[in-house]
């Protein structure tokens, strides 16, 4: 059984910093694609940024050149460095990473249980 658990949320004044981890555990073979995705209220669930197993990043246009993405592939957990928040980066935010269990299995889409972000004005 696959978990990932997310840690680092919490209210912090606009202009601050939080850093967001995400550490998988369980049976798992091998870690494809990491993401961050988050859901403000009332809106829909957006992808935030993401990470390759070869490092390769993205990023929402909204958090280009404040939030930054990394992975430490030894300890299966993934970081967001969130820089210069606003209120508009309210929101809880949720894990989802891609990963196989075993090499015969098939490579499957995990998330975690979501960590709030509360940025104040």
């Known amino acids: 059984q696959v978990q990932l658990v997310e840690s680092g949320g919490g209210l912090v004044q606009a202009g601050g910093s939080l850093r967001l981890s995400c550490a998988a555990s369980?049976?798992?073979?091998?870690?494809?694609?990491m993401n961050w995705y988050r859901q403000a209220p009332g809106k829909q669930r957006e992808l935030v940024a993401a990470?390759?197993?070869?490092?390769?990043?993205n990023y929402a246009d909204s958090v280009k050149g404040r939030f930054t993405i990394s992975r430490d592939n030894a300890k299966k957990t993934m970081y967001l460095q969130m820089n210069s928040l606003k209120p508009e980066d309210t929101a809880v935010y949720y894990c989802?990473?891609?990963?196989?269990?075993?090499?015969?299995?098939?490579?499957?889409?995990?998330w975690g249980q979501g960590t709030q972000a509360t940025v104040s004005s």
């Open positions: 989802n990473v891609h990963l196989k269990e075993t090499r015969l299995t098939p490579m499957r889409a995990y």
């Open positions: 369980g049976t798992i073979f091998s870690i494809y694609t």
């Open positions: 990470i390759t197993n070869g490092d390769f990043t």
